[in-house]
């Protein structure tokens, strides 16, 4: 196991700020338990062996709990491969030495590289590993770009119908300003994926996709953690934005409804 140290950017992180001491305690134990790329078994009968193995008062289904507040503060991004479940560290900065990492790379495509950055105030805590490794190789996280539209038989996406219909039925909600390039491959990949949803019914035109977003986005409006109306364990509120929203697993599981009745 590496060494690795904190950088000074973990002092004024709105991110850890803004966690339970249980979360960020086991955000802590994360860093030193991960392998080179970031990555770690997402179970959390796993997260309790190895990173509370002494610690009783923290129970297997606590730290469920703590996973699912690390990944709503984006500090980590939770994938299934193969039906198994993995972490992945976001703005992960520490030098690989190994080759490659254990565990499978997200399926979307994201792709994990190395970043050696060293500016303070930042929104994230960041880490250096002390290893001998005389080469470094720089890169980063990036989100799926999605499959170019001609491609895939589905109606080309929507970008602006959807961010429309995103302002429509959730006005409380952070406004879209700029649609990058990440931003519009998130969305792509989910047009896509419910694309693929709905043809196993039908044939589809661009119309009922769009008629299943504005569902989607009334269906969020229901749920009062994502909106900003109730406080979440740390006592402060959290309110989505469509970036959000459009990430893999916060995708799914708000389509699961779990974080309704909350």
Known sequence: MPTRYLKPGVR????IDSLTPQAENLFYRLLVTVDDFGRFDARPAMIKANCFPIKDSISINKCKDLLEELEIKELITVYIVSGKEILQMCKWDNVPRAKESKYPAPLDKRIQVHTDVYETNTDVPLTVTVTETKTQTETYICPPSGEPEE?????KCSHQEVIDLYHKHLP????VEVWNDARKGYLRQRWRDVAEELSKEKDIQVSDILEWWSDFFQHIGQSKFLTGRVN????RTFTADLEWILKPSNFAKIIEGKYHGV
Request: aromatic content about 6%; glycine content about 12%.
């Open 232 to 235: 979440d364990k740390s006592g």
């Open 172 to 175: 409380t909600l952070r406004k």
């Open 12 to 15: 004024d992180s709105e991110s």
């Open 151 to 155: 491609k895939t038989g589905f109606p």
